[in-house]
Each structure stands twice: as structure tokens, then as C-alpha cells.
């Protein structure tokens, strides 16, 4: 479900209901803030945060929202302190887990993510034990509406991107996450419109689940995490049917 679950997650996320628009709401806020922080709160010289505010936009969150997070981050507005974790883990089947976090709490934001795998017959493990069956890099996606293939190609790869994949979901790019902002600002400029953009772990190895049971328990855990404050993005590598 590597692929598959990736174009999932941004179905769900274009389908938000008003229960959830709080959380993602959250979410863009703690990332507008840590983006301004890392690079600065002009639109023009940082992309990840310009992208940032596009999908702020999208989710109609309010503007003024968006200009608070945006000033907390750059210092101009006093806010809570953030720090950025990550931590690895192996769910119910042997599925390996990539959560990041943004929290103002590292022993809370430790503790929820513990107990979440605990609670589904997952466990944590120990920082480099399973990021290795994941890619980090950029990774963009756009529906095959946005654009052709021709195009997209020549567009991201002379940007800087690694690989342009194309699925019956639609086209996939690649990227050194150095080159992130660059091919970012490429894609806008040539009015190419995404549907996800981010910093990712991609799977290379995938583990197959066609247990019933253990699909359930893993869309549980993962419904979990996602349901965390705390938790920004969930990655794994399961490979299950439709």
C-alpha cells in the first residue's frame, strides 16, 4: 500500500470534514512555524513555506492564522517553543513505522506514540532501525489532470529532481530534499499545481499484509497516531489490496 496509501492520505485531506479542521489546522500551523523559523518568513525566499501557505489556502484556513504561525515563527509574535522528533517503530505485522512529530512536550509526544504501538501489538525501536527501509527525500504529487507527463518531466528534472514516476493515480516526483525548494519554486513557476508536497519517507522495501486482521489493527494504529496532536506525518510500508 506504499503508493497507493500516499495518494489515499491525499483524498482524505482534499475531503476534511469540520471534526477534523481543527486538527489539520493544527498540523499547518505547527509546520508554517517551524518553516519560518528554519527559513525565514518571506514567501518569496523560502518555498517549503510558500507551499506551506498554498496548502493552508487550500484547506481554508483563516488567513490570519496562517500570518500568526508564520510571525511566531520568525520571532515577531511570542509562541510555545516546538522541537522536531522522529521515531521508528514496527507495527502489527512486522510493518515498519516513521512518525514525526512537532512538540512542545517531548516526554508527552514519547509516551502517546508508545502507547499508540503498544496498544495495537507494535513496538518502538531504536532511532535508525527501521528508517533505512525508507527513501527520505522530496516527494511531490500531482493527479494526471494538473499536466502531462512530457511536461512534468522536463519541468522537475531540470530542476534538480531524481525521478518522475508515473501511476494510474497519477505522476510522483522525486528529490534530494536540498533540492526540495528548488524544485518546489520550479513547479509553481510553470503553473503546475500539486496535490501533496513534502519531505517524505518512501518506502524501498515493503512488507505484504493479507491478514484481515492485521490490516485492521494497522489502519487503527494509524488512525491513532494521525489523531495525535502531536503527530505531524505517519509513514510506513505495508502492501495490502485494495
Sequence with gaps: ??????????KRLKAVTDSRRGKVFSRLSRDL????????????????????VFKAREA??????????????????PGVVFEEMTYEGYGPGGVAFVVQCTTDNKVRAAKD???????????????????????????????????TEEKLLEV??????????????GYEVRCNIHAFDHVAQALENAGLKTDSAEIAYIPVTTVPVSDPAVALALVKLHD?????????????NEETAD
Design 1 to 10: 500500500m506504499a503508493g497507493h496509501n500516499k495518494w489515499s492520505k491525499v
Design 33 to 52: 512555524t517551524m518553516a519560518a523559523k528554519t527559513g525565514g518568513g518571506d514567501l518569496e525566499g523560502n518555498a517549503r513555506l510558500r507551499t506551506l
Design 60 to 77: 481554508n484556513m483563516p488567513a490570519e492564522n496562517v500570518d500568526r504561525a508564520i510571525k511566531k515563527g520568525t520571532g515577531e509574535l
Design 113 to 147: 506514540v508508545r502507547a499508540a504501538f503498544n496498544q495495537f501489538g507494535g513496538n518502538l525501536a531504536q532511532s535508525g532501525a527501521v528508517a533505512f527501509q525508507f527513501l527520505h527525500a522530496g516527494q511531490f504529487l500531482l493527479t494526471r489532470e494538473r499536466t
Design 156 to 169: 522537475a528534472l531540470d530542476a534538480g529532481a531524481d525521478d518522475v514516476i508515473t501511476t494510474t493515480h
Design 224 to 236: 491513532t497516531l494521525e489523531a495525535n496532536d502531536d503527530v505531524q506525518a505517519v509513514f510506513s
